[in-house]
C-alpha cells in the first residue's frame, strides 16, 4: 500500500474510534461513569479518595455541591444501580444506518420502540432528603443544587423540589436547561416548556443550564458546518434565556474552548454571572473567560485526581472564582464528597480544606443567591 495513503487511513480510523466512545458515552452503566467529563471516554471516572478530615473537623463547616443531579441519583437507588432508562431515545446511529446493536441497543429504533421514563416517586424523593437532613455524613452540607439538563427530568426536578418544600428543606436548589449531548431536543416547543417550568419553579430554580458546546461527545457532528452552527444556535437560546429570567448561566465545554467564548462574548452581557463547570479544558479559555466577565466562575470536581486539565483549573483558578462540584452520580458518588474534594484542592494550592470550603461556600452564595 503506498504510504501516502496511510495518513487518510488513520483519519478514518480516529473518525470511527471517536464515533464509537461517542455511541458507549450515551450509556448510564460502567460504574455510572460521566464519559462526556472523563479525560478518556472509554474508561470510568476515578474514585475519590477516603476522606483524611474527622467529623470534628466538618462540625463548625459548612459547603455546598454547586452541581449535581439528584434525579439520576435518585433513580439509580431507585432502580438499584445505573441498568436503568434503556429505549428513552431515538438512537442517531440508527437513523444514519450505522447502528450494529440491534434489538440489543439500549436507544430506540423508531418511535414504535420508544420506552418514556417511568417518573421518580415522591416515596423515593423524601427518604433521599430526609437522609440529606439526618445523615451525619451530610451534616455541614449546606447547599445542593441539582441539575436538569433533560427535558425527561423536569417532572423528575419538580418532585425534588416539591418535596423539599413540604419537608421544609430549605438547602436543595436547581437549574434547568438543555445538555449539549441533546441539543436536537431543543426545539422551539422544548423552549416553551424550560420557560414555563422557570415560572413553575420559583425561588428554587437558581440557573439556566446545563447548557453548551461538547465537541468530544458530538464529535461528528461539530465537523459538520450545519451541525456545529446549530449546537452554537441552541447554546445561545439558552443564553438568552437566562438573560431574559435575570439567572446564571451554567455551561459545559469540552473541546470546544473557542466557539465556547465565542458564543459567550456574542450574547452574554459581560456583568452576567456564568458557571464553566467540572472545566478541564485550556487555561487560555479560563483566563480569557475569567478577563472577559468579571461574574465567570469556574468549577472543580474529582477529575483533579486523574485530568491534567482539571488540576490545572485548580492550582491556576483563584479560589474566590471557583465552586466544587461533585456532579454526582458521575464524578463522585453523593455531595457528602465534597470534603474530600476540598482536602485535594488545598493541597494543591497549598492551604487548608477549612479555607477552601469556606471560600468556596462564599462563592456559591454569591453566584446562586442562595440564602438571599
Keep these: 500500500m503506498a504510504r501516502d495513503k496511510w495518513p487518510i487511513l488513520l483519519q478514518v480510523l480516529l473518525g470511527q474510534l471517536a464515533r464509537a466512545s461517542s455511541f458507549f458515552s450515551r450509556f448510564r452503566i460502567f460504574n455510572g461513569g460521566c464519559f462526556c467529563c472523563a479525560p478518556d471516554p472509554s474508561m470510568p471516572p476515578p474514585s475519590i479518595p477516603p476522606p483524611r478530615h474527622t467529623p470534628e473537623e466538618l462540625r463548625d463547616m459548612a459547603y455546598c455541591d454547586a452541581h449535581c443531579h439528584l434525579d439520576i441519583l435518585l433513580h439509580n437507588l431507585k432502580n438499584g444501580g445505573t441498568l436503568w432508562g434503556g429505549k428513552e431515545k431515538i438512537c442517531k446511529m440508527w437513523q444514519t444506518g450505522d447502528c450494529w446493536y440491534g434489538y440489543d441497543c439500549q436507544f430506540a429504533h423508531g418511535e414504535h ?22 445523615d451525619p455524613q451530610m451534616a455541614s452540607l449546606k447547599w445542593v443544587v441539582t441539575n436538569c439538563c433533560e427535558l425527561e427530568a423536569i417532572e423528575d426536578t419538580k418532585v425534588i423540589i416539591e418535596c423539599a418544600d413540604q419537608l421544609g428543606l430549605d438547602s436543595v436548589y436547581c437549574t434547568l436547561g438543555c445538555h449539549p449531548h441533546d441539543y436536537r431536543d431543543f426545539t422551539e416547543e422544548a423552549e416553551k416548556q424550560l420557560r414555563e417550568a422557570i415560572e413553575v419553579f420559583g425561588k428554587r430554580l437558581v440557573a439556566v443550564g446545563e447548557c453548551g458546546l461538547d465537541y468530544c461527545k458530538n464529535f461528528d457532528e461539530s465537523n459538520d458546518v450545519d451541525e456545529r452552527a446549530r449546537m452554537m444556535d441552541v447554546f445561545a437560546r439558552q443564553i438568552r434565556m437566562g438573560v431574559d429570567h435575570n439567572l446564571p448561566v451554567v455551561v459545559h465545554a469540552r473541546d ?15 456583568e452576567h454571572k456564568v458557571y464553566i463547570h467540572a472545566y478541564q479544558g485550556g487555561q487560555k479559555m479560563m483566563r480569557e473567560a475569567l478577563m472577559e466577565f468579571p461574574n465567570c466562575i469556574f468549577g472543580v470536581s474529582s477529575m483533579v485526581w486523574c485530568s491534567e486539565g482539571a488540576k490545572a483549573t485548580a492550582i491556576h483558578c483563584p479560589l474566590e472564582r471557583m465552586v466544587l462540584e461533585t456532579d454526582a452520580p458521575y464524578l463522585a458518588k453523593e ?17 487548608t480544606m477549612q479555607e477552601v470550603l469556606k471560600v468556596t461556600l462564599d462563592v456559591s452564595e454569591k453566584f446562586y443567591g442562595l440564602g438571599d
Excluded: C, M, N
Design 335 to 351: 455531595p457528602f464528597e465534597i470534603p474530600s474534594l476540598a482536602e485535594k484542592i488545598a493541597e494543591l494550592k497549598g492551604t
Design 256 to 270: 470546544a474552548d473557542a466557539d465556547t467564548l465565542e458564543v459567550l462574548k456574542r450574547f452574554l452581557p459581560k
Design 113 to 134: 420502540d420508544l420506552r418514556p421514563r417511568k417518573a421518580l416517586s415522591a416515596e423515593h424523593v423524601e427518604k433521599y432528603l430526609l437522609r440529606v437532613r439526618s
